[in-house]
């Protein structure tokens, strides 16, 4: 088992295996990563909380949505409520966090996961360190401005990362969360075929990315989770599936999608 602090070694083979899925898959993300399998292992149960759910022993899925919220949120949190899902907003500042702060008071309100996705969406790998913090903090003060507590999770945008935004993050106090399962849904509004894509990705320790701001989505997130739940899925935020990891800011999360998940 190797450490989920970044910038330590790890085995040799689990490294490459981590730095070249990434490479792969987001180019341009230099950072090592960490699964959720990985952080509920290191951690020390008598000094760590533990989310509701044990997802060492159940099959999890994390449902999280980017660059919100919009106009079709409060309907995304009332079918959320009604299937009795928690989910992990990613929210941005500019234009969403400012123009819809009760609608970030009631994500909060009701239980979800509010983190961060920055202030104006650009991609941080292309800024120095100063323009990072800023993009990070502005959006940190405005969250914390509504809910009276500042995010601990942050998503770089296209999930680009390197040794500068971790730098940045971890003194900000946050921790890098991707995803394993993506439906592309800024490149449709078929619901269905939103809802198939992220069925056919579907895995135990799975992220699931999703956007709250496009047309095809909210329609398709009741069918999700309907199927995903007769599969034996059971919903969390970030937090419950990292438990009883604590999240380390700074660290990128990532899980691998496993060849066949049963």
Not at 95 to 109: L, M, Q, S, T
């Amino acid at each position: 088992m190797f450490r989920t602090e970044p910038g330590r070694r790890r085995g040799p083979v689990l490294a490459l295996l981590a730095a070249a899925s990434l490479v792969l898959t987001l180019g341009g993300c230099a950072a090592d990563t960490v699964t959720p399998a990985d952080a509920r292992g290191e951690a020390k149960a008598a000094d760590a909380a533990r989310g509701s759910v044990d997802c060492a022993k159940v099959k999890c899925i994390a449902l999280t949505f980017d660059a919100g919220p919009g106009k079709d949120t409060p309907r995304l949190l009332d079918i959320l409520k009604e299937k009795n899902v928690k989910a992990t907003f990613f929210l941005l500042g500019e234009k969403h966090v400012k123009r819809y702060p009760e609608v970030v008071k009631r994500i909060a309100g009701e239980g979800h996961e509010v983190a961060n996705h920055t202030w104006s969406h650009r991609i941080l790998t292309d800024l120095d360190a100063s323009e990072v913090r800023d993009e990070l903090s502005r959006t940190q003060d405005a969250i914390a401005k509504i809910t009276g507590r500042k995010p601990t999770l942050m998503r770089p945008p296209q999930g680009r990362t390197d040794g500068t935004v971790s730098d940045v993050a971890r003194e900000l106090g946050l921790a890098q969360v991707l995803w394993s399962i993506t439906a592309k849904d800024y490149s449709t509004e078929d619901s269905a075929l939103i809802r198939q894509r992220v069925l056919d990705q579907a895995h135990g320790d799975g992220i699931i990315l999703l956007h709250d701001i496009y047309g095809g989505t909210v329609p398709a997130v009741p069918g999700i989770i309907d199927e995903l739940k007769r599969r034996g899925y059971t919903f969390v935020t970030v937090p419950q599936l990292l438990a009883p990891g604590k999240v380390e800011p700074g660290t990128v999360y990532r899980p691998e999608k496993p060849e066949q998940d049963d």
